[in-house]
């Protein structure tokens, strides 16, 4: 393809940021192309891009005064010699191939517009990137110029709603997966809002990136720059990335409760982590539970048969690739910022931690009943009482693939079963107690009698079957019978 494309730039009052943008259009390896600036302020661009002395360089101020960013994009494309258009922003980086590989794909796809799938995601500032969740990057568009729409007269969601404009008018629309090509930055002064960002984009991605990966785009970000603005984007190593985590939920027949603990869970999510929910054949979920805005989170898993509590957390701990699995059954609730317990520093959970536990507090047939906190005697008394709940709990994933699962024979106390087991592998300094509350824990004593649970092993109780495999290893006194 030999066509010529024309880069469309709209800017205003970010100079600093327009010189990487014009280095990395001075970078492309495609050789027909012209950027096409326009800005609406007397900001120092037009004199930046004289300075330039590049033919290809043109700058353009916009003919009137207040237009919308929708408007500006259109006087761009107007103005563009090209038979091609790609939107160019002021404040990203565009690997120098962008232009190449698009038009590239354009061809072999017969398509009139190509879209990345994914891209890089840079928040500089909270040290955060992220590979983008899959979906159209309308700000990715690389196109042929004959047949667009125009632009709608927005100040923002311009190019959103342009792209479904061009859907309605069946023109063909490729997408490449291609996060390399472009990094979309965050840094204060973008059209959105940093919420809009930490809420709807940062939450669902495909991947974080690791400190060396993270490294080199920060060197990219400063490409370009002046020597006082590249000074201020230090190359420095970024925090080490955040434990991932797996919130884990086995359901049966519990739709009722389904929402509120899901919800109660979505928005404490990072993009590093997962949300795995287990239905155990239940016959009560109806419309996902009313979970649809939720379900893009949630990896969703239905046992063809009841199974059993055991089974259903065992198949969520094998779909998992999360750091630390944090149980949570689908009656209790999470409580706020229980996440942080092993994402942050203040409590210092130390390496050889496997199960890290805090406080819940108990309601009672929707009534409170109180507050109780596990500490180290729980775990002295572990052959006498159960030392913590799943849903107080989170176990480091790597302990569970060593040690076992839960052991399926058992639908009942099956919980302290496993710790008993990590206690006999690791010692009582695999539990570690931290004194805040992770989740409230909801008892239904009406539906605790109506459910049945295989409450015996090999033919005997279970609490004599756990005295007989693990006590006889222990100095421990005997359990109470």
Known sequence: MTGLVSCLMVTRDRLHLVRRAVHCFQQQSYARRELVVVSDADDGTKEFVTELADARVRHLAAPNSGLTLGELRNFGVNSAAGEFVAQWDDDDWYHPDRLAVQLLTLEQENAEICLLERWTLAWPERKQYVLS???PWEGSMVARKERLPTYPALRRGEDSVFVEECRQRDLRICLLDRPDLYIYVIHGRNTYPAEHFARHIFNDSTGSLEPEEASAVLRKLREGLSPAVAARMQVSPPMPPRPSICVLVPVYNQAQYLFRAISSVIWQLEPQDE??????????IVRHAGLGPFLKRILWLRNPSRRGVSFSRNRGIQHSRADWIKFLDADDILAPFALNVVRCERWAIPERAMVVSGGCHRIADRNYADYICGDTMSVSNIFK?????????????????????FDERIDHEEDWELWLRLHERHGPEAFFYVPQPICYYWIDHAERRSKQRAANVDGKPVRDYLMERYQKNSATPPLPS
């Open 133 to 135: 969740k899959r979906r």
């Open 275 to 284: 949300l795995v929910l287990v239905d155990d054949a239940s016959t009560d």
């Open 385 to 405: 009482n159960n030392p913590t709940l799943p849903s107080a709990t989170f176990v480091r994933r790597n302990a569970l693939l060593d040690g076992g699962f």
